[in-house]
């Protein structure tokens, strides 16, 4: 529907009877909601005042937004400041403005470090996902080099809210962690110091238990302690998680764990063989047969999508600002590519003929650690 085509309602500040704003003159707001519903809210963004806080409420379907994690460049870390310099935001598709989610629990403070000032060049991974509509943070590195997150942390987009996952049985980094079906893996990984049980273990969460009886549960082990390294990627896709060893053109190892067998196996070759880069398969809580397995590589600037049929990468598009890429996200048709050392986004609608592709700055003084694509945030009145 045109913009253009929708003139300004002349009574869109009419008050009811009970002081409540009117959104539609003559029609009471549950119904009025019902008819917004279905205009793009870009559209109902541009239109007026109550509109555009409507988009933003609980009660309205709620569009998608871009969520990142953001570091100061590295000259700006502070070798003696204990405080993470971490910082979480959310950028509006609508209004296309970055806004700072609100700050999570003070205790325990949380401490994320992502480069170190002894080791500028390496970067330590900070390990969040995308869990049936919420982010979870699972597992980082402090300043003194030992684990960061004791127990996850989870933030809710359509409450604005923080909260505590369960405790970790032991809390790790390097480590690999996943979801599939609203659960949480976390496999093989690090603690204070290596143990190989830990190299080798593998836990379960499940999301959609409710809090009190939340917790994690082992699951088969991995046959050896190789996985537990900085830069290992696991990727939920089609009921199983999904396992390398090291990122880009580097010879690697890959694993498949089957959640439902809980088995573990060696990963395709087609499929090991084309992993030269950050990968991401697009989810869906419901099931898993629409599910796209992504993949970039970081040298060549090409995205990949992969074929199960086949055991083989097809190309989706190659462009040189996709080089140099570090983390993807996929979903709602698009794929989002951290590039550039953090100092851009590239988004590609991958649902567009061809492909279409645009590029995303992040806030000044910032660089992107990591992006996923959720909900969008409520806005209070």
């Known amino acids: 529907m045109d913009q253009e085509a929708i003139p300004k309602p002349k009574h869109c500040r009419t008050q009811a009877s009970s002081d409540e704003t009117l959104l539609l003159p003559g029609l009471p707001n549950h119904l009025a909601q019902l008819c917004l519903a ?4 870009s559209v109902l963004f541009s239109v007026c005042r109550s509109w ?14 871009l969520y990142a994690i953001l570091s100061p460049p590295p000259p700006h870390h502070h070798h003696h400041n204990p405080n993470s310099p971490i910082q979480f935001s959310s950028l509006d598709p609508i209004s296309n403005t970055w806004t700072s989610l609100p700050p999570p629990p003070s205790s325990p ?20 996902l995308s869990v049936s509509g919420r982010l979870v943070l ?23 809210q923080w909260s505590f996952g369960p405790p970790l049985p032991e809390p790790r980094r390097w480590c690999g962690v996943g979801t599939v079906g609203g659960k949480v893996y976390v496999a093989s990984g690090i603690g204070t110091t290596y143990r190989g049980d830990v190299a080798r273990s593998m836990e379960e969460w499940d999301t959609k238990r409710k809090e009190a009886s939340s917790s994690w549960v082992k699951k088969a082990c991995l046959k050896d302690g190789k996985f537990s390294r900085e830069d290992v990627e696991a990727i939920g896709y089609r009921g199983k998680l999904w396992m390398v060893n090291s990122k880009g053109n580097a010879v690697k190892e890959g ?10 196996q060696d990963m395709p070759q087609g499929m090991l063989g084309g ?25 060549k600037g090409v995205l990949n999508k992969y074929v199960d049929e086949n055991d083989c ?6 462009s040189v600002v996709l080089r140099e890429a570090e983390q993807v996200c996929a979903g709602r ?3 989002c590519v951290v590039c550039a050392n953090g100092r851009k986004i590239v988004v590609v609608d991958v649902v567009a003929t061809p492909p279409r592709i645009w590029v995303v700055e992040p806030p000044q003084m910032l660089e992107v650690v990591a992006v996923h694509i959720l909900p969008r945030m409520c806005r209070p009145d």
Not at 52 to 65: D, K
Not at 109 to 128: A, D, G, N, T, V
Not at 313 to 318: N, P
């Open 38 to 41: 279905k205009i793009n809210p």
């Open 52 to 65: 555009r806080r409507l988009i933003y409420s609980p009660s309205f379907p709620p569009f998608f937004s």
């Open 109 to 128: 403070p949380l401490q994320l470090l992502h480069c170190h000032p002894s080791f500028l060049s390496r970067k330590l991974p900070i390990q969040w």
């Open 138 to 160: 699972v597992a980082a590195t402090t300043h003194q080099f030992t684990p960061a997150m004791p127990r996850p942390l989870v933030f809710q987009p359509l409450s604005n």
């Open 255 to 264: 694993v498949v764990y089957d959640v439902q067998k809980d088995t573990w």
């Open 275 to 299: 992993w030269n880069g950050p990968a991401a398969a697009t989810i869906n809580d419901d099931g898993h047969d629409d599910d796209v397995m992504y993949v970039v590589d970081e040298r």
């Open 313 to 318: 990468w097809e190309m989706v598009m190659e």
């Open 333 to 335: 048709g698009r794929v």
